[in-house]
């Protein structure tokens, strides 16, 4: 099979929700009453966050709606108030979008000519004189563990932590390199790599944030961004290997990056411990002892089907063919792609659409050939380019707090849950001081035990995941803030975007 080029996916709907942040740092509201917005809350949580939905768009402007994730749209009324509801007409609730050099963005109603504002408290639209309480920074809302896509080359930012720098000269996404956490403190972005190092402003990983790793971001609809150091600087790929550095004089629109969500790669072996790997003639083999990038597939899922799709390194899927055989040759669209998915206690069984279940033949090939599943329709799966998890659930993000000594589900900031693999689909989960994950008998969570517990971790989707805890119950998020293992089902609290 010749090599095909990787073709870049655009972002999903989730991955362009933003937050918009007022000149008092506090965040645009859709509150729970009476169709009222303010700008009162201190963090980005669901009400904070809105779909930017784009009409017409131009350099330095576009015309946008803000929809809310509840399916309301931001208004603003002839007397100036703003609240939420349903547009009554084309131009009711559709903004003027102005982009600033400084990183902000203005909203100027398109029927009355007014800025949106606000006071540090609430929001309305009263003046058509420009100041900088009409001023709003964008903040995208998507997970922090993302990618850098560089749609003028047509690569991906990488870590090389062997020089301690960044190139963006990764073809395909599927090492764990390529993956960044991206926080956001005090207005400014710092990017972190695998390694849990951060680019400065002198193109160099250094091990600490600080004020040399801040940069501003720029934010463009469409999943858009650049970051810059405040002073005239701008990060872009760089000379011909492409390092990512600061510059002043970029061409094309180097400086601009697609942001999205970092992928879920795995690997899958059979049970005598082969890896599932991809051949140059498009067959599909457990035949290797080494893991090898045609042995990484992208794992695709929709949470609302149970059906997977498994995508090869080389951009084919894998997808039944004539005689049952699997071949790594398959379309997006194809329904031949399309799996089934059966989960037992972190092992995955895949059933294609004709009903027949996946296995290994005695001469190695992956077939679809049986009827009911066995042991050698049971694949070991692992993460391949997740050395840590980021959870982030119906009310924020997992981490500790000094304030608690125990892990809560609803922080701003997250805290980095080091996988320590043990067998196919269960971990070891180890906190950032390297001491393990603790149980109570109430189903809560330490993060400074002396000794690792088995923990099993079942994907449910492209990004999402579910845990089983040491107790035999899923781990969930509770109202109250405190992460609980005590479900014997699986809700929507028990679902984890990673």
């Not at 062997?162 to 990764?170: K, L, N, P, Q, Y």
């Not at 035990?449 to 107790?471: D, R």
Request: hydrophobic share 35%.
């Amino acid at each position: 099979m010749d090599e095909v080029k990787w073709i870049h996916r655009h972002p999903k709907a989730e991955d362009l929700r933003i937050g918009l942040i007022s000149w008092a740092g506090t965040y645009l509201t859709f509150e729970a009453y009476k169709n009222t917005v303010t700008a009162t809350a201190k963090s980005l949580g669901r009400r904070q966050t809105c779909e930017l939905l784009v009409s017409n768009e131009h350099e330095t402007q576009a015309v946008v709606r803000l929809k809310s994730l509840q399916g309301f749209y931001l208004l603003c009324e002839g007397d100036g108030t703003v609240c939420y509801g349903q547009p009554k007409n084309s131009h009711h609730g559709c903004f003027l979008l102005h982009f600033h050099r400084n990183s902000k963005w203005t909203l100027q109603c398109l029927i009355s000519g007014r800025y949106l504002e606000s006071n540090g408290e609430n929001v309305f639209c009263n003046s058509r004189v420009l100041s900088a309480y009409h001023m709003w920074t964008p903040r995208p809302a998507l997970h922090v563990h993302v990618i850098l896509y560089s749609p003028i080359h047509r690569c991906y930012a990488r870590t090389d932590p062997t020089v301690g720098r960044i190139w963006v000269d990764a073809a395909v996404p599927c090492l764990e390199e390529c993956g960044f956490l991206l926080h956001f403190q005090d207005g400014c972005y710092h990017l972190e790599t695998s390694t849990h190092h951060f680019l400065s402003h002198v193109d160099r990983l250094v091990s600490q944030p600080s004020s040399q790793t801040a940069f501003h971001m720029q934010v463009r609809p469409g999943g858009l961004v650049a970051l810059c150091d405040g002073e005239g600087g701008m990060l872009y790929p760089q000379g011909t290997h492409l390092l990512l550095g600061l510059g002043s004089n970029p061409v094309r629109g180097e400086e601009w990056f697609i942001l999205q969500h970092c992928p879920t790669w795995v690997s899958l072996r059979s049970k005598t411990r082969r890896f599932i790997s991809v051949t140059y003639d498009a067959e599909v083999h457990a035949t290797s002892e080494r893991l090898t990038p045609m042995s990484l597939f992208q794992f695709e899922c929709d949470s609302e089907s149970p059906t997977l799709q498994l995508r090869a390194a080389t951009g084919y899927y894998l997808a039944q063919r004539h005689h049952k055989i699997v071949m790594a040759n398959g379309h997006p669209l194809e329904s031949d792609t399309f799996f089934r998915v059966q989960w037992n206690y972190g092992r995955i069984i895949l059933q294609s659409l004709s009903g027949h279940f996946l296995g290994i033949a005695a001469n190695g090939l992956l077939m679809a050939s049986a009827s009911l599943p066995g042991p050698n329709e049971e694949f070991g799966i692992r993460l391949a380019n997740r050395p840590f998890l980021v959870l982030r659930g119906r009310y924020g993000y997992v981490g500790s707090s000094s304030e608690r000594d125990l892990i809560q589900c609803n922080m701003d900031q997250p805290d980095c849950i080091h996988l320590l693999p043990c067998r196919q689909g269960i971990y070891h989960f180890q906190a950032q001081g390297g001491s393990f994950w603790s149980i109570t008998s109430f189903g809560t969570f330490r993060p400074w035990g002396k000794f690792a517990l088995n923990f099993c971790i079942e994907l449910q989707g492209s990004n999402l995941l579910t845990v089983l805890a040491p107790n035999g119950f899923y781990i969930r998020a509770d109202r109250s803030g405190t992460l609980l293992a005590d479900s014997e089902d699986i809700t929507k609290e028990c679902i984890w975007e990673f």
